[in-house]
């Protein structure tokens, strides 16, 4: 079992930045693939960015690769989404995912998840 608990979320203007934390706790946590996916009210739920158990590759979806950047620090079981040029659409419940194995974008594929944390972009 791996528990996910992000944080940094909050309000912005257009053009600021904001940085999430994943802490993660439990077995192997340090061994999983881990993503960040955002659901927007009214929309599905879309892939961010993935990161694999070392770091060592990465994956965005093609919207936000040049704006934001994941990485991850096992020491502190913990994963970081870095958010710069942020726009109104950027608006949205960021979640932090977990799974075994391999980088997935399906948020079907991933077997933890945390609760959330709201990140508000104003224009």
């Known amino acids: 079992q791996v528990q996910l608990v992000e944080s940094g979320g909050g309000l912005v203007q257009a053009g600021g930045s904001l940085r999430l934390s994943c802490a993660a706790s439990?077995?192997?946590?340090?061994?999983?693939?881990m993503a960040w996916f955002r659901q927007a009210p009214g929309k599905e739920r879309e892939f961010v960015a993935g990161?694999?158990?070392?770091?060592?590759?990465?994956n965005y979806a093609d919207s936000m690769k040049d704006r934001f950047t994941i990485s991850r620090d096992n020491v502190k079981n913990t994963a970081y989404l870095q958010m710069n040029s942020l726009k109104p659409e950027d608006t949205a419940v960021y979640y932090c995912?977990?799974?075994?194995?391999?980088?997935?974008?399906?948020?079907?594929?991933?077997?933890?998840w945390g609760q959330g944390t709201q990140v508000t972009v104003s224009s």
């Open positions: 995912a977990a799974r075994p194995f391999h980088i997935m974008v399906v948020s079907g594929a991933y077997y933890y």
């Open positions: 439990g077995r192997s946590s340090s061994s999983y693939s």
């Open positions: 990161i694999n158990w070392n770091g060592g590759s990465t």
